[in-house]
């Protein structure tokens, strides 16, 4: 019997009952930590883009390309929320006076700063027309 394309490439098959089933093993791929924002994005693609997630994953690129997301992610959140807090006043000064009223300036600067880094990074960079 003539080999496969597959078995001509060096690939191998298991037995299983009556079924020939391909050996797969996906490429080792260098697992560095993903942030709470890569883990978002990784649900994200997952359930909304879930073609590209698998490619990534098969390719072995899945992981570095979360920890980019994540990294970018937060520069932009840490960023805004700087950039709040300097606008709009929220100062030590005022977490001395009134700290309740400082834990909430600051949460909803978070939350703000948090839904834009959802809108224009996490869930818009795969928008189709």
């Not at 693609?45 to 994540?70: C, D, E, F, M, T």
């Not at 700087?82 to 100062?91: A, C, D, L, N």
Request: hydrophobic fraction near 40%.
């Amino acid at each position: 019997m003539e080999k496969s394309l597959f078995e001509q490439l060096g690939g191998t098959y298991t037995q299983v009952e009556d079924y020939l089933l391909p050996n797969l093993i996906l490429a080792e791929e260098k697992q560095n930590p993903i942030g709470i924002w890569g883990q978002r994005h990784a649900r994200y693609l997952k359930q909304h883009h879930k073609i590209l997630y698998y490619n990534l994953l098969i390719s072995g690129k899945l992981n570095a390309h979360l920890v980019g997301i994540n990294r970018q992610a937060e520069d932009m959140f840490f960023r805004l929320v700087k950039q709040m807090v300097e606008r709009e006043g929220v100062t030590e000064q005022l977490k001395a006076q009134n700290q309740m009223e400082w834990v909430r300036r600051m949460n909803n600067i978070r939350n703000r700063a948090a839904e834009i880094v959802n809108t224009e990074i996490m869930y818009s960079l795969y928008k189709t027309g």
